[in-house]
């Protein structure tokens, strides 16, 4: 009797261990700069993914003079829609969801993806020059989430810093360097759901 009171009591203890971990969030991927996940249920359970365009409004503009901000307001669409269809481009090579939509609606079984670009730092040649070791690195931050479409649920919250594409050591200028930052920005998002899904 002893014996079927242990067991039963060992049953008990790992079904109460089960259900309590069932409402644990998803462990962090370790992908991005700052990863907050709200919800245990993988991304796989969605049938489409709508990506919309990141806002840049309210965005800082750090190491950027007025003349240069003109030159990024002008580019800023163009880093935008590069953002866009980067993380369109991992979503279809890495085949994740039956549908992907850009800035469309939002049926019941979708996740939306939204955000919005925070940072523009035109970095400084002169330090990455004199100093390295990125020093004066050209970058660009955003942040996003990923919304159930049918409740309005947060899902996850990320931030990311994007200083590839030569911006750590490269005499390039953010002209050259924010449109590819923009794309690996949307590389390392891709990545981030990828193993939520």
């Known amino acids: 009797m002893k014996k079927v009171v242990s067991l039963l009591h060992a049953l ?68 935008v829609k590069t953002l866009t269809l980067s993380i369109e481009t991992e979503m279809a090579k890495r ?10 609606a939002a049926q019941d079984n979708t996740v939306i993806l939204e955000g919005s670009f925070t940072e523009f730092n035109g970095g400084s040649r002169a330090l990455r020059f004199w100093v390295g070791f990125g020093a004066g690195k050209t970058y660009l931050k955003v942040k996003g989430h990923l919304l159930d479409a049918k409740s309005g649920k ?28 923009a794309q690996g920005l949307g590389q390392n998002i891709g990545e981030f759901i990828e193993k939520l899904y």
């Open 12 to 79: 008990f203890i790992v079904v109460v261990a089960s259900l309590a971990n069932a409402d644990q969030p998803l462990p962090k991927p370790g992908v991005l700069n700052d990863e907050t996940i709200m919800t245990s249920q993988r991304l796989s359970g969605y049938d489409t993914l709508v990506i919309r365009d990141f806002s840049t409004d309210g965005a800082v503009y750090d190491r950027i003079d007025d003349e240069e901000k003109l030159k990024v307001d002008a580019m800023k669409p163009l880093v």
């Open 95 to 104: 085949k994740l969801f039956k549908h992907v939509v850009l800035n469309g």
């Open 154 to 181: 947060e899902l996850v919250t990320f931030e990311d810093q994007e200083a590839g594409f030569k911006g750590v050591a490269s005499m390039e200028n953010f002209e050259d360097l924010f449109p590819h930052q």
